[in-house]
């Protein structure tokens, strides 16, 4: 099994970046993924959520309102699309899935891992 991230790179600050996740050797349709982000020295932390069906949806305060989180249950493929970036939005992004139908914000819910994308929003 694994989630293939990818769609990071360098932004500036109110510009638009789509990730993307791709998993292969299993699918995903009935279960719950999510995203998180992490910056060197801090730990990995919830940006967003999204249950097996793609109807519920939970999000970070800090990413309300300027990313959505989507899943394509046919493709097997996990969404984040990221609008009006900021500089502390720069992280590496990881998908998660959970053997769960539904997301958390919490790391250890998860089963499998993918293995990162870089954003850098610059100022």
């Known amino acids: 099994v694994q989630l293939q991230a990818s769609g990071g790179g360098l932004v500036q600050a109110g510009g638009s970046l789509r990730l993307s996740c791709a998993a292969s050797?299993?699918?995903?349709?009935?279960?719950?993924m999510g995203w998180f982000r992490q910056v060197p020295g801090k730990e990995r932390e919830f940006v967003s959520c999204?249950?097996?069906?793609?109807?519920?949806?939970d999000y970070a305060n800090s990413v309300e309102g300027r990313f959505t989180i989507s899943k394509d249950n046919v493709k097997n493929m996990l969404y984040l699309q990221m609008n009006s970036l900021k500089p502390e939005d720069t992280a590496v992004y990881y998908c998660?899935?959970?053997?769960?139908?539904?997301?958390?914000?919490?790391?250890?819910?998860?089963?499998?891992w993918g293995q990162g994308t870089q954003v850098t929003v610059s100022s």
């Open positions: 999204i249950n097996w069906s793609g109807v519920s949806t």
């Open positions: 050797g299993r699918t995903f349709s009935n279960n719950g």
């Open positions: 998660a899935a959970a053997l769960s139908a539904y997301g958390s914000r919490l790391r250890p819910y998860y089963r499998y």
